[in-house]
């Protein structure tokens, strides 16, 4: 069982910067690859970001290419999102997930998820 609790966001103006964080508890958090999702009203849930368990493949959507990273520290059981340059477009609840195995662009495919934290970008 993995519980995720997301932290970070918050209301800001276009071209600023937001790290997200997601701290996972139990003892396997090294083995699950993780994701950061985000969903705006009236659309559905989209990948943003992946990162496989060690951390040496990540995946971005080519909407946030060059502008947010993604990275995991297993010693403290936590996933980061650092998010640069933010845009209107960036406007949504995100969401951590978790699932065993390698990142995937399909939530269905994840395990487990986080209460979501609201990102609202202003121009």
């Known amino acids: 069982q993995v519980q995720l609790v997301e932290s970070g966001g918050g209301l800001v103006q276009g071209g600023d910067s937001l790290r997200l964080s997601c701290a996972a508890s139990?003892?396997?958090?090294?083995?699950?690859?993780m994701g950061w999702f985000r969903q705006a009203p009236g659309k559905g849930r989209e990948l943003v970001a992946g990162?496989?368990?060690?951390?040496?493949?990540?995946y971005y959507a080519d909407s946030v290419k060059g502008r947010f990273t993604i990275s995991r520290d297993n010693a403290k059981n936590t996933v980061y999102l650092q998010m640069n340059n933010l845009k209107p477009e960036d406007t949504a609840v995100y969401y951590c997930?978790?699932?065993?195995?390698?990142?995937?662009?399909?939530?269905?495919?994840?395990?487990?998820w986080g209460q979501g934290t609201q990102v609202t970008v202003s121009s």
């Open positions: 997930a978790a699932r065993r195995g390698y990142y995937s662009n399909n939530p269905d495919h994840y395990e487990y």
């Open positions: 139990g003892r396997t958090f090294s083995a699950y690859a």
């Open positions: 990162i496989d368990w060690s951390g040496g493949s990540t």
